[in-house]
């Protein structure tokens, strides 16, 4: 079972639930259950730096020099990217560029071309 939160008004931990509601029996207090944050947000956009919405199959170009992962090679600022391919995670764009081969980047740092 899920630990109830205390009364907010007394800090009573009688508390109980009642439908969308958490009920104190000690003060009569009652309050909405909390929305689950994480639900709200909008989820499945990736936008770029500008705030365009980035697609499968967009050609981006990265607005920034970019330190490359496990080599000593930087990714220019200004390097075009095609087709690029979005996934889940912290690094959003999946793509392979020219001397480079696959990569990953983050949307933060490139622009729809
Ligand atoms: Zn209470």
Not at 74 to 88: A, C, E, P, S
Request: glycine share 8%; with cysteine; charged share 30%.
């Amino acid at each position: 079972m899920s630990k109830l939160p205390n009364c907010p008004a007394c800090n009573s931990d009688y508390t109980y639930e009642d439908g969308v509601l958490f009920v104190c029996p000690e003060c009569g207090h009652e309050w909405p259950m909390e929305q689950d944050a994480e639900n709200a947000e909008e989820t499945g956009v990736i936008r770029d730096a500008n705030g365009n919405e980035l697609n499968d199959g967009d050609t981006i170009t990265v607005i920034k020099d970019l330190k490359v992962k496990g080599s000593s090679s930087v990714l220019k600022q200004g390097t075009k990217v095609k087709n690029i391919r979005l996934v889940d995670g912290d690094h959003d764009i999946d793509c392979k560029i020219d001397g480079f081969g696959p990569m990953k980047l983050k949307s933060e740092f490139v622009k729809k071309v």
